[in-house]
């Protein structure tokens, strides 16, 4: 997409999806503090960075460009999501938002938590 056209997700505040991503593993009995643990793996973000971010409702674009320590390892990421491969997404980030996406509906159906952190 051109940025005239950029998606409207990019300027999304995080703090708008957040409470979202959270009842989606709360319903399926999981914690907000394993919803934090996929947050930091794939950003770097520690629990105080992201209170700041959702308080100052960062958009996903800064919260990307900004993320501490971005994983490596995030490539490791593939799957599904909207039936769309996210290995196969183009745009980095609406490639990382889907990585979120995904690590977020693998806490949800309980996945163990090494292999969603693809230890």
């Not at 394993?34 to 971010?53: K, M």
């Not at 320590?69 to 938002?97: K, Y």
Request: with cysteine; glycine share 4%.
């Amino acid at each position: 997409m051109t940025e005239t056209t950029e998606h409207r997700i990019f300027r999304t505040a995080f703090a708008d999806i957040y409470p979202h991503y959270l009842a989606k593993v709360e319903r399926k009995g999981h914690t907000e503090a394993e919803l934090h643990q996929v947050i930091s793996w794939l950003t770097g973000y520690d629990d105080d960075a992201l209170q700041r971010i959702l308080s100052e409702r960062t958009d996903f674009r800064a919260f990307f460009a900004d993320a501490p320590a971005p994983n490596p390892n995030a490539s490791l990421i593939t799957g599904l999501i909207c039936g769309i491969r996210v290995e196969e997404i183009d745009d980095p980030l609406m490639q990382n938002i889907r990585y979120l996406d995904k690590l977020v509906d693998e806490v949800a159906r309980g996945k163990k938590m090494t292999s969603i952190l693809r230890a």
